[in-house]
Nanobody, 122 residues
C-alpha cells in the first residue's frame, strides 16, 4: 500500500548536522502519522519523533528534543529529519515508518523504509 525510501545518511563529525529524507509513494491516509526510529548495533529500536501529515503536529523523544526537527513537504510527499548538534550516541540506522495511529512504539506502524546509516564520530 505504501512504499517508504530513506536517504541522506552518512558519516559526520560530532557537533555536525545531517538531514534525512523519507519519500512516500502509494496510497496514504490523510490522517497518517509518519515517524522516525533508530536502532544502534546490539540495541533495541528506539523512537525518535513523529509528525501528523494533516496538520504537522510533531512529538520528539527527550533524547533528541531541541536538536532534531521533523518537517514535511506535501508536494513531494516527503518527510525530513533535520539533525543538528549530533553526538556519537546518535549513531544508528534510522528508519522512517508510516501508520494511522499516534504511537511511540514501532508496533504501531504498518510500513517501514529500508533504513539509512548515520555515523557520528568524535
Amino acid at each position: 500500500q505504501v512504499q517508504l525510501v530513506e536517504s541522506g545518511g552518512g558519516l559526520v563529525q560530532a557537533g555536525g548536522s545531517l538531514r534525512l529524507s523519507c519519500a512516500a509513494s502509494g496510497r496514504t491516509f490523510g490522517n497518517a502519522v509518519m515517524a522516525w526510529f533508530r536502532q544502534a548495533p546490539g540495541k533495541e529500536r528506539e523512537f525518535v519523533g513523529m509528525i501528523r501529515w494533516s496538520i504537522g503536529t510533531t512529538y520528539y523523544a527527550d533524547s533528541v528534543k531541541g536538536r532534531f526537527t521533523i518537517s514535511r513537504d506535501n508536494a513531494k510527499t516527503t518527510v525530513y529529519l533535520q539533525m543538528n548538534s549530533l553526538k556519537p550516541e546518535d549513531t544508528a540506522v534510522y528508519y522512517c515508518a508510516a501508520g494511522r495511529g499516534w504511537s511511540f512504539s514501532g508496533s504501531g506502524y504498518d510500513y517501514w523504509g529500508q533504513g539509512t546509516q548515520v555515523t557520528v564520530s568524535s
